[in-house]
């Protein structure tokens, strides 16, 4: 009998069906799963808020020889290992004003319900946390969730969105955003506690028991809402419990750290300086990916509505978002671009550091799928359409990389989402809108 690839597609006008797994994909799959202990498929997916100029986004080129534009600049250098998507977007978002359901759903694509307070509700589970549910079960951290800014309360006076929802881009469960970390101290310091093995869900488990039987008793003595954040919180207690077992894999292996930390530069406790905290952020990423200590990651440059003030780089006074309504005046357009660039720099940034982390005869870059981009295009607009969206990374071989892909006009992202998971060996038949993969990023 022929092998099959598992990303095998019935084909039709316009869609590609994903096939369930047959005894004729078996023998290529246990290839795959032989040579991901090996080299494990990483995947990450970095956000920046409010858009990017439009104008000077996207390539003129269609395929492999294009060229970048001024925003797309730093990666020049990297052109053959990073893909420009265009033309996608996500239906769902276009509803409701500003930021929070284009932000808050980039990653579910799906309609986040509109509340003032604690009952968020995304109505579905991101692709990186569907991803880390067959992923994770290798590492220590199925996942790691990174940003820059602290989640805001209250509620968004123009919109009438809890600010909540403007810090979270993925979902656990639909009711259950993952809280990120913003101290790359604290996570530098999480992984070297898990790389020695000392920090284990079985020696934690009597403090997290008793946690468990004391928020029990007080559940009877709250209100609704203070209940609703409670279950939320033993949910939050729970996961913590499995993400700090020390899994096995199949043979009974303990897994180990890939890296010795204690070799490696301890950052900086907590920087004050925007651009200080990103690098660091991405390190954790890179060091993160290498250790093996996870294979899926998020990480927030800004959170939705982005205050965040750029006056570090020439030519730039004032906030993200202040300067992302730009008015098409052109004072404002060329410091806005001026941002976007630098986010695509930090992006080039990880890629180079990715490609220069030797694994196997290949590289960490190879070996994973770096999903770059924004919850809307233009920021002065808040417009869903032809999202901005670059991807790096061979994926383990399965990506075709280094072409501008630009898809049919106003195609799901979920496609996309879709076709990483598949990237990932994850074989789900849809995703949210989704119409099926998209075959020409594949290799």
């Known amino acids: 009998m022929k092998s099959l690839n598992r990303r095998t597609v019935l084909r039709g006008t316009g869609v590609a069906l994903a096939l369930p797994l047959l005894d004729a994909m078996s023998s290529r799959a246990r290839a795959q799963s032989t040579d991901a202990a090996c080299k494990p498929v990483r995947f990450a997916a970095l956000f920046f808020p409010n858009g990017v100029r439009q104008d000077c986004w996207t390539p003129k080129e269609v395929g492999f020889n294009w060229t970048p534009t001024t925003q797309l600049a730093p990666i020049a250098s990297a052109k053959k290992d990073v893909s420009v998507v265009s033309g996608l977007w996500h239906q769902a978002a276009d509803t409701g004003g500003g930021h929070y359901v284009k932000d808050a759903g980039w990653l579910t694509g799906t309609t986040i319900t509109k509340t003032t307070g604690v009952d968020l509700n995304s109505n579905g589970i991101s692709m990186d946390q569907i991803a880390a549910r067959t992923l994770g079960k290798h590492t220590p951290l199925p996942s790691l969730e990174l940003g820059n800014e602290r989640v805001r309360s209250g509620v968004d006076?123009?919109?009438?969105?809890?600010?909540?929802?403007?810090?979270?881009?993925?979902?656990?469960?639909?009711?259950?955003?993952?809280?990120?970390?913003?101290?790359?101290?604290?996570?530098?310091?999480?992984?070297?506690?898990?790389?020695?093995?000392?920090?284990?869900?079985?020696?934690?488990?009597?403090?997290?028991?008793?946690?468990?039987?004391?928020?029990?008793?007080?559940?009877?003595?709250?209100?609704?809402?203070?209940?609703?954040?409670?279950?939320?919180?033993?949910?939050?207690?729970?996961?913590?419990?499995?993400?700090?077992?020390?899994?096995?894999?199949?043979?009974?292996?303990?897994?180990?750290?890939?890296?010795?930390?204690?070799?490696?530069?301890?950052?900086?406790?907590?920087?004050?300086?925007h651009a200080e905290r990103t690098r660091q952020m991405l390190d954790m990423i890179a060091l993160a990916f290498e250790a093996d200590i996870t294979r899926i990651a998020t990480f927030m440059f800004g959170n939705s509505v982005s205050e965040v003030n750029f006056s570090f780089l020439d030519g730039v006074n004032g906030s993200h978002h202040e300067l992302s309504h730009h008015g098409n005046k052109q004072e404002k357009l060329q410091q806005y671009e001026k941002i976007n660039t630098w986010h695509v720099a930090q992006f080039a940034y990880l890629i180079e550091k990715l490609r220069s982390i030797p694994e196997g005869d290949s590289n960490l870059l190879a070996n994973s799928a770096i999903l770059f981009g924004s919850g809307f295009r233009d920021g002065n607009a808040h417009d869903p359409h032809d999202l901005p969206l670059l991807l790096a990374g061979q994926g383990g071989g399965a990506l075709n990389s280094g072409q501008h892909l630009a898809c049919t006009k106003d195609n799901p992202m979920s496609d996309l989402l879709l076709s990483l998971l598949h990237v990932l060996d994850v074989r789900e038949t849809s995703f949210a809108d989704s119409t099926g993969l998209i075959d020409s990023l594949f290799a």
């Open 157 to 273: 006076a123009v919109t009438g969105y809890t600010r909540v929802y403007g810090a979270h881009i993925s979902w656990r469960k639909p009711t259950q955003p993952l809280a990120k970390e913003i101290n790359p101290r604290l996570v530098f310091d999480r992984m070297t506690r898990l790389a020695s093995g000392k920090q284990t869900g079985k020696s934690n488990r009597p403090i997290l028991d008793l946690v468990m039987e004391d928020a029990s008793r007080l559940r009877q003595r709250l209100g609704h809402s203070d209940r609703q954040r409670l279950e939320q919180y033993l949910d939050s207690v729970e996961s913590l419990e499995r993400r700090l077992e020390i899994t096995e894999d199949d043979s009974g292996k303990r897994w180990s750290s890939r890296v010795d930390f204690s070799t490696r530069p301890v950052p900086a406790d907590n920087p004050a300086k």
